[in-house]
């Protein structure tokens, strides 16, 4: 992910700044691997877990044409913002960003819709 976002910084005293950010962020999924397990039961077939590739153009099998369509989107685009609390060398860290794109391939569920929204938390150290 990378967040272009403008920064302002406001000095309150000597030992203690806070900075205020906002903008946009892109986003690509490099790869990974989606799982779906049943609690209870299991397919025709007998299994009750199954795995495939969370990127890409959609899962497709003959026996299981219901997961056709089930990944994700690799680009995705957003706007997040974020305040930095810095005391000396010390840093805390809050953001908040929304993904504007709908990320899901929706090949076999229209109106299905896949946005992320991410909260983070960093404490951090200035070396």
Do not use: C
Not at 16 to 34: E, R, W
Not at 84 to 90: A, R
């Amino acid at each position: 992910m990378l967040p272009i976002y403008g920064a302002y910084k406001l000095n309150v005293t000597n030992d203690f700044n806070i900075t205020f950010g906002v903008g946009p962020y892109f986003g690509y999924g490099i790869g990974g691997k989606t799982k779906q397990k049943l609690n209870s039961g299991s397919w025709i077939d007998g299994i009750t877990e199954i795995e495939w590739e969370t990127f890409g153009n959609g899962v497709y099998d003959q026996s299981r044409d219901w997961l056709h369509g089930t990944t994700l989107k690799r680009l995705d685009i957003g706007a997040g913002a974020n305040i930095d609390f810095e005391y000396h060398k010390f840093v805390l860290s809050v953001g908040y960003e929304q993904g504007l794109r709908n990320i899901a391939v929706q090949e076999n569920a229209p109106g299905l819709s896949y946005r992320n929204n991410v909260v983070q938390v960093s404490i951090g150290y200035k070396l």
